[in-house]
């Protein structure tokens, strides 16, 4: 089975302060991608990466940094934290080429106060 | 740009009922479509996709077909179950230009709701 890892399921965070949301999968895939998920809203894909070391802002990146080191592993860096980013955030991860299954971690409930 | 529509929500309905979720896009290339479905308290996982004009997907009775010429891919399940309550998410990942790294546009979701 495919498995995307994500580290935490609830956080709850200060405003301004640094957030990293870690997201690991198992398959070896190249494409891993954050979306944000807002009632109404669907999923709004922040940054998705194609490679290791390689990242494209995707519809709201904003706000939002990405990391990729290693091929399995893909950060989401909310340098500031403001309210405005409570949102829950999805990982998710595919191999390169449109039409092919992605896949989704658990998620994470990011609370900023 | 891409862009997915879906229906209004939230859909409620006694079980056994028929259920249609109806999806429309808007896309520059040959996009493939698929519905995620998203129960509560996880992530997304996928029901079903098809990948050109006139497929059709299935998966645990649920069925979509891949219209062109209307551009939809509307969701259908001829009985549903307590257990189908979810949220619905129909998407689109494009092949414009010929590159494409499988990126999904996703519709806003629908709520089911399906009582007893």
């Known amino acids: 089975d495919v498995k995307v890892t994500q580290s935490s399921r609830y956080l709850v965070k200060r405003t301004g302060e640094k957030v990293f949301l870690e997201c690991v999968q198992d398959m070896d895939h190249e494409n891993m991608f954050w979306y944000r998920q807002d009632p109404g809203l669907g999923l709004r894909l922040i940054y998705f990466?194609?490679?290791?070391?390689?990242?494209e802002k995707g519809d709201i990146p904003e706000g939002y940094s990405v990391s990729r080191e290693k091929k399995e592993r893909f950060s989401l860096i909310l340098e500031s934290a403001s309210t405005n980013q409570t949102s829950m955030y999805l990982c998710?991860?595919?191999?390169?080429?449109?039409?092919?299954?992605?896949?989704f971690g658990e998620g994470s409930w990011l609370t900023v106060v | 740009g891409n862009s997915v529509t879906q229906m209004e929500g939230p859909v409620t309905l006694s079980e056994e009922a028929f259920l249609t979720i109806n999806c429309t896009y808007t896309?520059?290339?040959?996009?493939?479509l698929f519905w995620y479905v998203q129960y509560p308290g996880e992530g997304l996982q996928l029901l079903l996709k098809a990948t050109k004009a006139d497929d059709k997907g299935s998966n645990k009775g649920f069925e979509a077909t891949y219209r062109k010429e209307t551009t939809s891919f509307h969701l259908e399940k001829g009985s549903v179950q307590v257990s189908d309550s979810a949220v619905y998410f129909c998407?689109?990942?494009?092949?414009?230009?010929?590159?494409?790294?499988?990126?999904?546009?996703f519709g806003q979701g629908t709520i089911l709701t399906v009582h007893p």
């Open positions: 998710a991860s595919s191999l390169r080429g449109a039409g092919y299954t992605i896949y």
């Open positions: 998407a689109l990942s494009d092949r414009a230009g010929g590159t494409s790294y499988g990126k999904l546009t």
């Open positions: 896309a520059t290339g040959y996009p493939s």
């Open positions: 990466s194609y490679d290791v070391k390689m990242k």
